[in-house]
């Protein structure tokens, strides 16, 4: 027997109450029944946002909701800086391309965090920027950006802050209306706990401005039509009902845990996960890591295609390898969403044990030993 244990940066493990929701028989999409989920989701939405602002529900996964960020607030030639410190902020430039835009890549080594500096450098060589594109949790190195105070540089500018908020939402604090960010996006299948398929969207008064006087060609994506539909909880087209009625209940998971407890329970897995990696010897990529995921460096002369693969076959757990460049040299664990304290051992275990198989010399159970200290306080040696 096999159980197959997910600790990937998305797609994440599902609890089985939200795959029940979601085996619920199917209900049309234009009757009040689906106009009530679709507002009590859109409130915990909210929440996780931080923001008073109406969130969108984007039938697609995050990187629809980032092509609607871009489509919706530029039009051709329009300035766009895009920070590139990973995959994902690579999207960001690749998408504002697409778009026509005149594109200033801000080129980061990976692994290291954009700097508020660095931003107020950039917001005053290009203060006709009409967007400032970042990643509050860059999933392929595992940094992390200081989004409050860039949030504090770009409201004082013409320049709009577009985030990426797809690995950070639900899993770190935050705080759209306060920090002043003006579009945020996120997805269902990482810290939401919900398979792939939705993207969430929000943007500020001043996005909305934008959003109103793009010339840029959109139509599933703009967002004019889902502000007009979402006024009566309604979706532009055929709303994806099951997928928002298995979000609804990780919704309501996550109210019930509170949103303080689940914020500190992703910073103690994280924390654990570090200490875990540090106790055998191996160094983290991110200088300035998230809490969603723990992007490692592996030992000289192991392929982590090689260790994915063997967890993932013998053992039944899945663990990430590295992308772009880092493919084959990093490793990733994914701690967000449906993960507990106990999860994790298993994961810190198998890491372990086929490092271990791999031929990596190390001090074996140095790294479970590190985490129950960690997670429980329980030193075993
Ligand atoms: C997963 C992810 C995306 C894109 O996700 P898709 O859902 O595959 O479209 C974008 N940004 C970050 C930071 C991610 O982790």
């Not at 504002?96 to 005149?102: G, I, Q, T, V």
């Amino acid at each position: 027997m096999k159980k197959n244990y997910m600790f990937t940066p998305g797609p994440t493990m599902v609890p089985a109450e939200v795959m029940l929701a979601e085996a619920e028989p199917i209900i049309h999409h234009r009757t009040p029944q689906f106009s009530e989920i679709l507002k009590e989701v859109g409130e915990g939405l909210r929440e996780l946002f931080g923001t008073d602002r109406d969130v969108y529900i984007v039938t697609g996964t995050g990187t629809a909701s980032m092509e609607a960020a871009v489509a919706n607030t530029c039009s051709p030639g329009d300035k766009a800086i895009c920070v590139r410190g990973g995959k994902f902020g690579e999207r960001w430039s690749e998408i504002a391309s697409a778009y026509r835009c005149n594109v200033v890549d801000e080129d980061l080594e990976w692994g290291r965090s954009f700097s508020p500096e660095r931003a107020a450098e950039l917001l005053s060589q290009h203060p006709d920027a009409k967007i400032l594109c970042i990643t509050h949790s860059e999933t392929s190195t595992g940094a992390l950006t200081d989004v409050e105070a860039i949030a504090g540089l770009t409201r004082k500018s013409g320049t709009l802050l577009i985030v990426d908020g797809i690995t950070s939402v639900g899993v770190h604090r935050v705080e759209m209306d306060k920090w002043g960010v003006d579009i945020i996006v996120s997805g269902s299948q990482k810290g939401c706990m919900v398979p792939p398929g939705l993207s969430f969207i929000a943007a500020s008064e001043r996005a909305w401005e934008a959003i109103q006087s793009s010339s840029s060609p959109r139509y599933y994506l703009d967002m004019r039509a889902m502000k007009k539909n979402w006024s009566d909880y309604q979706t532009p087209y055929t709303g994806p009902v099951s997928l928002i009625r298995a979000l609804r209940k990780a919704l309501e998971m996550m109210r019930e845990e509170g949103l303080e407890n689940l914020y500190e329970r992703h910073r103690r897995l994280a924390e654990a996960s570090r200490a875990a990696m540090k106790a055998i010897g191996l160094n983290l990529v991110a200088d300035n890591p998230v809490n969603g995921v723990t992007s490692v460096h592996a030992p000289d002369g192991i392929d982590t295609g090689k260790l994915t693969k063997k967890m993932r076959d013998e053992y039944g757990v899945t663990i990430a390898g590295g992308q772009g460049h880092l493919k084959g040299k990093i490793f990733r664990i994914g701690h967000m969403g449906y993960v507990c304290k106990e999860d994790l051992l298993v994961c810190i275990s198998a890491v372990e044990r086929a490092l271990k198989e791999l031929g990596y010399d190390f001090e074996f159970g140095a790294g479970v030993s590190a985490a129950h200290s960690a997670l429980f306080g329980v030193h075993l040696t």
